[in-house]
């Protein structure tokens, strides 16, 4: 996500800008491709469902979501032998068998699969779950993993689509040290093309250089995107556990994470959380740790929402980051020593309000994946606007 930097001024703290990293790369156009529809055993189309090409050693080369009839189209970059994988949010994923693909062919194939859903209902918490490192298969925590990561998979493929507009709007809050408003929020609109509004830095670079920094001179606290929670550096420097979910978490089945003991910079805790019906990512909520901050820091952190589009792709619906208001309090001569003190809190976030098919950018689309003229921008969802 976004980092949210305080600047000292005057022995006071106060919210920097936040800045939004927008770009977008073509894709290269390929001579050959596989395309086809994926279906049930029952001949129903599967639209939403991650279709990947792996090569002959294993190694994915291509990946698209299919569309609302189940098609699907993934270009090669070389003949060869490929196989086609699905990975489908709440289902057991399916293999093809090793196809044959010629150079400048197009295959045509149908692949079908049989549904067989994930029971995350099924699954059992214990209250004194050792926190460990994720196993790479066959346990109930993995089996939770999986499915958090397919969601955030598809939140960071689509953030890599270029033919997507989101509507959305940022806000500003001053708060008080117990986290109470002390003002109406701010508001402003924004709106982006082919990127999600919310993204972090990469993940290499926090994972090293700490969910907290100073970069010319300016502390800047940040929040995970998908991308950064899908990196193996941050995975590897966490353990994980399962949880139930209380209160407004009420229902919902927790992927609960904690930095490792030896790590020693800023970094983040807390706890993905699941629809344990659907399998699928609701949000996360997080917290700042091993903060060198000389006042309480139970307050800081923020959450990450995400959502289903009707196309099947995943966006980062909203965000919140808070970050830390400290002022030098004077000390009594004789007395007493100065010392920091914690004034209040700046939130900043945002929520996206609508999400577009938009024609705005498409002559950056390979040609494999645009084959009309595209029409004039087309509604995908609208969000209600909910207050920060």
Same mark, same amino acid.
């Given at each position: 996500?976004?980092?949210?930097?305080?600047?000292?001024?005057?022995?006071?703290?106060?919210?920097?800008?936040?800045?939004?990293?927008?770009?977008?790369?073509?894709?290269?156009?390929?001579?050959?491709?596989?395309?086809?529809?994926?279906?049930?055993?029952?001949? $129903? =189309?599967?639209? @939403?469902? #991650?279709?990947?090409?792996? %090569?002959?050693? !294993?190694? *994915?080369? &291509?990946?698209?979501?299919?569309?609302?009839?189940?098609?699907?189209?993934?270009? $090669? =970059?070389?003949? @060869?032998? #490929?196989?086609?994988?699905? %990975?489908?949010? !709440?289902? *057991?994923? &399916?293999?093809?068998?090793?196809?044959?693909?010629?150079?400048?062919?197009?295959?045509?194939?149908?692949?079908?699969?049989?549904?067989?859903?994930?029971?995350?209902?099924?699954?059992?918490?214990?209250?004194?779950?050792?926190?460990?490192?994720?196993?790479?298969?066959?346990?109930?925590?993995?089996?939770?993993?999986?499915?958090?990561?397919?969601?955030?998979?598809?939140?960071?493929?689509?953030?890599?689509?270029?033919?997507?507009?989101?509507?959305?709007?940022?806000?500003?809050?001053?708060?008080?040290?117990?986290?109470?408003?002390?003002?109406?929020?701010?508001?402003?609109?924004?709106?982006?093309?082919?990127?999600?509004?919310?993204?972090?830095?990469?993940?290499?670079?926090?994972?090293?250089?700490?969910?907290?920094?100073?970069?010319?001179?300016?502390?800047?606290?940040?929040?995970?995107?998908?991308?950064?929670?899908?990196?193996?550096?941050?995975?590897?420097?966490?353990?994980?556990?399962?949880?139930?979910?209380?209160?407004?978490?009420?229902?919902?089945?927790?992927?609960?994470?904690?930095?490792?003991?030896?790590?020693?910079?800023?970094?983040?805790?807390?706890?993905?959380?699941?629809?344990?019906?659907?399998?699928?990512?609701?949000?996360?909520?997080?917290?700042?740790?091993?903060?060198?901050?000389?006042?309480?820091?139970?307050?800081?952190?923020?959450?990450?929402?995400?959502?289903?589009?009707?196309?099947?792709?995943?966006?980062?619906?909203?965000?919140?980051?808070?970050?830390?208001?400290?002022?030098?309090?004077?000390?009594?001569?004789?007395?007493?020593?100065?010392?920091?003190?914690?004034?209040?809190?700046?939130?900043?976030?945002?929520?996206?309000?609508?999400?577009?098919?938009?024609?705005?950018?498409?002559?950056?689309?390979?040609?494999?994946?645009?084959?009309?003229?595209?029409?004039?921008?087309?509604?995908?969802?609208?969000?209600?606007?909910?207050?920060?």
């Amino acid at each position: 996500m976004i980092g949210v930097g305080p600047l000292v001024r005057g022995g006071l703290l106060t919210a920097a800008s936040i800045a939004v990293c927008l770009s977008v790369r073509p894709a290269p156009a390929t001579a050959q491709a596989i395309s086809g529809i994926v279906e049930d055993s029952s001949g $129903a =189309p599967i639209s @939403g469902a #991650f279709v990947v090409l792996e %090569d002959s050693s !294993g190694a *994915v080369v &291509a990946r698209t979501l299919t569309r609302d009839g189940g098609g699907y189209r993934l270009a $090669a =970059p070389v003949a @060869g032998r #490929f196989r086609l994988r699905t %990975d489908r949010i !709440g289902y *057991v994923g &399916a293999v093809s068998p090793w196809l044959r693909l010629e150079a400048d062919e197009t295959l045509e194939h149908r692949f079908r699969v049989e549904p067989v859903p994930i029971r995350l209902q099924r699954i059992t918490v214990s209250e004194r779950a050792r926190c460990e490192l994720l196993p790479d298969e066959g346990v109930q925590l993995q089996s939770v993993w999986d499915e958090a990561r397919k969601a955030l998979t598809a939140t960071s493929w689509t953030g890599q689509q270029p033919y997507f507009r989101f509507d959305a709007v940022m806000h500003s809050h001053a708060l008080d040290a117990r986290g109470r408003p002390l003002s109406e929020a701010v508001l402003e609109e924004v709106r982006f093309y082919g990127r999600h509004p919310f993204r972090s830095i990469p993940a290499r670079d926090l994972v090293f250089g700490g969910f907290v920094q100073e970069p010319e001179g300016r502390v800047a606290y940040y929040a995970p995107d998908a991308d950064v929670l899908l990196s193996e550096t941050f995975v590897r420097r966490h353990c994980f556990r399962l949880v139930r979910g209380g209160a407004d978490r009420a229902g919902l089945l927790g992927l609960e994470f904690e930095a490792l003991p030896q790590s020693r910079l800023p970094d983040i805790e807390g706890i993905m959380w699941l629809d344990p019906a659907t399998s699928e990512l609701r949000r996360l909520d997080y917290s700042y740790v091993n903060l060198d901050v000389p006042v309480d820091t139970d307050r800081l952190g923020g959450q990450v929402e995400f959502a289903r589009l009707p196309t099947g792709a995943w966006i980062i619906r909203g965000w919140k980051i808070r970050v830390p208001v400290i002022e030098w309090v004077e000390g009594r001569p004789g007395r007493t020593a100065g010392r920091y003190r914690l004034t209040g809190i700046n939130e900043g976030g945002g929520q996206v309000l609508a999400v577009w098919l938009t024609a705005r950018i498409a002559g950056l689309l390979p040609t494999d994946t645009l084959r009309v003229t595209p029409p004039p921008d087309s509604l995908l969802v609208r969000f209600e606007l909910r207050e920060p």
